[in-house]
């Protein structure tokens, strides 16, 4: 089973949450409600599962796109236009972004650890510039 959540709140707040979730140990049932045994005999149990579905924004100068999608995603994703279920246009749409270009230059990447993470590109907003021709970032 399950559950999608959404959560809001000051942070230490929010992790406070999700780790006593993730402490939590529950009974592993068959369908017909008997309790599974271990190999020992005992009752079964399984940890909660807290997985965080997430979405991030990152801000950054408009020259390093091809920078930060090098080393977020290196070729990756650009022409897949579905993030689970529901369309990455629907998404866009809602965070006023546009697709990704493909043309980008990433020939450099920084170090990051992406080590068990799965990252799926969704979408590009392009800043506004002031009178002086500063990107407001």
């Known amino acids: 089973?399950?559950?999608?959540?959404?959560?809001?709140?000051?942070?230490r707040?929010?992790?406070?949450?999700?780790?006593?979730?993730?402490?939590?140990?529950?009974?592993?049932?068959?369908?017909?409600?008997?309790?599974?045994?271990?190999?020992?005999?005992?009752d079964a149990y399984v940890e909660l599962a807290v997985r965080p579905v997430q979405l991030w924004e990152l801000v950054f100068p408009e020259s390093a796109l091809?920078?930060?999608?090098?080393?977020v995603k290196p070729n990756y994703g650009l022409d897949k236009d579905t993030l689970g279920g529901l369309k990455k246009s629907v998404l866009r749409k809602a965070l006023g972004a546009e697709p990704i270009p493909k043309d980008l230059d990433m020939s450099t990447t920084m170090i990051v650890n992406k080590d068990n993470v799965h990252i799926e590109?969704?979408?590009?907003?392009?800043?506004?510039?002031?009178?002086?021709?500063l990107e407001l970032l």
């Open 1 to 11: 089973m399950h559950l999608y959540i959404t959560t809001r709140g000051i942070k």
């Open 13 to 42: 707040h929010v992790d406070k949450l999700i780790s006593d979730l993730g402490a939590q140990y529950l009974p592993l049932k068959m369908p017909d409600g008997k309790a599974v045994k271990d190999a020992r005999g005992m």
């Open 66 to 71: 091809g920078l930060v999608m090098k080393t």
């Open 121 to 133: 590109p969704i979408g590009i907003r392009k800043d506004t510039w002031n009178k002086d021709g």
